[in-house]
């Protein structure tokens, strides 16, 4: 094993390999920091480049990206009080208030620490979980892979947006939008045209639903923000402001490592969860929301420490977490490699590698964030009329070259528009791109269990595993069900 | 008709129409399917059904004012008809941009195809970063594809008539 990992570590320590994880790292930190762009956005416009590279670094460059981007958002949620990433919301609560005190600096410095350390923390919680989850994972057959692979689906459908309904009707879009093409008997399902026969590729799809609405939002509706950003001020943390956050960073990378490894949680609600805990516990408590240090710490920590996390259910079962493990689920795939258990016996150099790799972007993290502080509140200022069209172009080269394929590009500019009709009609688009990767997967479970068990769908239901799925799929439903109950009663005691 | 029930109307409209028309019409079934295996239809037929008994079930809660709160559209304020101009716009050129591909070829279109989403955000100031964007920017990014990855853009008709 130790000559295992010491062969992956002299592969990963190659000149293009750092240069790739650096300017993932950095490409990530200035997506991230430009309001409207996201993680997302950032890890599907890099998709196409990766067809060209060898499978790890094409993966670490994409991990880069994500750890990079989030964060990055927290950049612009402490200088112009515009999170630009999701996970970095809470973030802004503490940031913008410490900005506006002339301690931009001194925000983005322990943004930039505490994100470094929930992050190394996370990697770690990788290695030690990932392998013991894949071993249990190689004695799970059809059925079980299909309840998992549903109780993901429930979960990302209650977690994303304001109902589960919505977020099951959007689960069930993307799963029928993956039925397109040909199935496992030679069948071509909706192919109104030669080019579907092919069935619709996962890049064109998933940025076309993340990255056009944005633009297609400013055009239509025009409420683009224009907040002036902060001037830096006091640049370093003292020993004293840091060792006084050390309790919520260690907290909130715990929080962060445990909920980003459940399907569907991800950053953003790591990040909620942690600085509510910080709060709570913190005998600064009062402060929190008015900027004190210990909120960004605690909020910072659990969404970067949620990312690797995130990368325990891909790399175990093949079931990505959230849209970005989704989007990298599709980069494996598209590079031969199927995550899941048997990667981790036929693939361990690759694995070894792809670990390693993280543990380096870490360190990566804390450089790119130093080098790049100063020049963030110049990136924020760049206007969303010249961003948003900047995107498209890249989207629409991007598609392009993958293929060489017009088709593609089509698919992305309608799969924008339809983006774009499920913003207007409240349907969360994360369940449906989920829904979408693992459309496939999901019905050749169910498809071979039903085989297997001569058309009997109690096989479903035929052993622990699937009862506990089921179990915990019941659990979910009914944790959301009455979630929205409260909130619904909460509502109508305000009116 | 309130936003939440035309929702779930629009819900059940399409999951019908896949379940009842689109899957009878463009999921063949093979004349031979070994041992007890499903069939094609079966999968996008049970999730078109599915989305047919979720839509009535937004129906049903918004009938009954139990739908989530609406997020609040942030517009410039202007109305819904000049909104739906704008989208309509949006269509437009897409529609146009597949339309002269193979005429004046991948590069000039996208050169236009971003002109006009610049003008069409409402940006007017940072004329030279927008004919740097519309123009440069498709420019260098067919030379990076071109060399780096090799990529062959389509040139078209009239670039061709011209010696391109």
Redesign the interface.
């Known amino acids: 094993m130790l000559a295992e990992i010491l062969s992956a570590l002299v592969a990963v320590a190659t000149f293009q390999n750092l240069l790739i994880m650096a300017a993932g790292i950095w490409g990530g930190v200035i997506v991230g920091a430009i309001p409207g762009m996201t993680g997302t956005m950032a890890v599907t416009l890099a998709l196409p480049f990766t067809f060209y590279m060898d499978p790890v670094p094409s993966i670490l460059l994409l991990v880069a990206l994500y750890k990079g981007s989030t964060y990055g958002g927290s950049v612009s949620a402490i200088l112009i009080k515009t999170p630009g990433t999701a996970s970095a919301a809470c973030t802004a609560l503490d940031g913008y208030p410490l900005a506006k005190q002339g301690k931009a600096g001194k925000a983005l410095n322990m943004a930039l620490y505490s994100s470094v350390i929930g992050d190394f923390l996370s990697n770690l919680s990788l290695i030690f979980f990932a392998a013991p989850l894949a071993a249990l994972a190689l004695h799970i057959g059809p059925p079980e892979f299909f309840m998992l692979m549903l109780f993901a689906l429930t979960t990302v459908a209650g977690v994303s947006g304001s109902s589960l309904l919505l977020g099951m009707v959007a689960a069930a879009l993307g799963l029928l939008l993956a039925t397109v093409g040909e199935d496992m008997y030679g069948s071509f399902r909706f192919a109104f045209m030669p080019d579907m026969q092919a069935g619709l590729s996962i890049a064109p799809v998933l940025i076309g639903l993340f990255a056009l609405p944005e633009l297609i939002k400013l055009i239509v509706m025009r409420a683009a923000k224009t907040e002036e950003a902060a001037a830096l001020g006091a640049q370093h943390v003292t020993r004293a402001e840091f060792m006084g956050s050390l309790r919520s960073i260690l907290k909130g990378s715990v929080i962060g490592s445990i909920l980003g490894a459940i399907p569907g949680i991800g950053p953003s609600s790591a990040a909620f969860f942690s600085y509510g805990e910080a709060q709570r516990s913190s005998k600064n408590g009062a402060n929190f929301g008015k900027g004190e240090l210990e909120g960004i710490a605690a909020s910072e920590s659990a969404n970067n420490g949620a990312c690797g996390a995130t990368m325990i259910p891909l790399l175990a079962l093949g079931v990505p977490g959230d849209v970005i493990t989704g989007v990298m689920l599709g980069a494996f795939m598209i590079q031969g490699l199927t995550p899941g258990p048997l990667l981790f016996q036929t693939n361990m150099h690759e694995i070894y590698m792809l670990l390693i790799g993280m543990l380096v972007s870490s360190v990566l993290l804390f450089f790119a964030g130093k080098i790049t502080m100063r020049m963030f509140s110049k990136v924020a200022h760049i206007p969303q009329t010249l961003l948003t069209p900047l995107v498209l172009l890249l989207c629409i080269f991007g598609i392009y070259s993958i293929a060489s394929s017009t088709f593609d590009v089509a698919v992305l500019l309608v799969m924008g528009v339809v983006g774009f009709g499920m913003f207007l009609l409240n349907i969360p688009a994360a369940p449906f791109l989920i829904a979408f990767i693992l459309g496939p997967m999901i019905e050749e479970n169910l498809r071979r269990a039903l085989a297997i068990s001569r058309g009997d769908p109690a096989v479903l239901l035929s052993s622990p595993i699937t009862w506990v799925f089921a179990a915990l799929i019941v659990f979910v439903v009914s944790l959301t069900i009455r979630r929205e109950i409260t909130k619904h009663k909460e509502r109508r005691v305000e009116q | 008709m309130t936003?939440p029930v035309l929702?779930g109307v629009?819900?059940v409209a399409f999951?019908a129409l896949?379940a009842f028309v689109?899957v009878p019409a463009?999921?063949?079934?093979?004349a031979f399917?070994p041992?007890?295996?499903?069939?094609?239809?079966?999968?996008?037929r049970t999730?078109?059904i599915?989305?047919v008994v979720?839509?009535a079930?937004?129906i049903f809660?918004a009938l009954r004012g139990?739908?989530?709160?609406?997020?609040k559209?942030?517009?410039?304020g202007?109305s819904v008809p000049q909104?739906l101009l704008?989208?309509a716009?949006?269509?437009a050129i897409?529609v146009l941009?597949?339309a002269v591909?193979p005429y004046v070829g991948?590069l000039i279109a996208?050169m236009f195809?971003?002109l006009a989403?610049?003008l069409?955000?409402?940006?007017r100031h940072?004329r030279i970063?927008?004919a740097l964007?519309?123009f440069g920017?498709?420019v260098l990014?067919?030379l990076f594809?071109h060399s780096a990855?090799g990529?062959?853009?389509?040139k078209g008709e009239l670039a061709k008539l011209f010696g391109f």
Request: net charge negative; hydrophobic share 50%.
């Open positions: 936003k929702r629009l819900i999951f896949c689109l463009f999921v063949p079934r093979p399917i041992g007890f295996a499903p069939p094609p239809d079966m999968w996008p999730v078109s599915v989305g979720l839509g079930l937004a809660l139990g739908q989530p709160v609406e997020e559209v942030e517009t410039d202007s909104m704008r989208f716009g949006i269509i897409f941009f597949f591909v991948f996208t195809l971003t989403m610049v069409m955000t409402g940006e940072y970063w927008i964007l519309s920017g498709p990014l067919v594809f990855l990529t062959q853009f389509p």
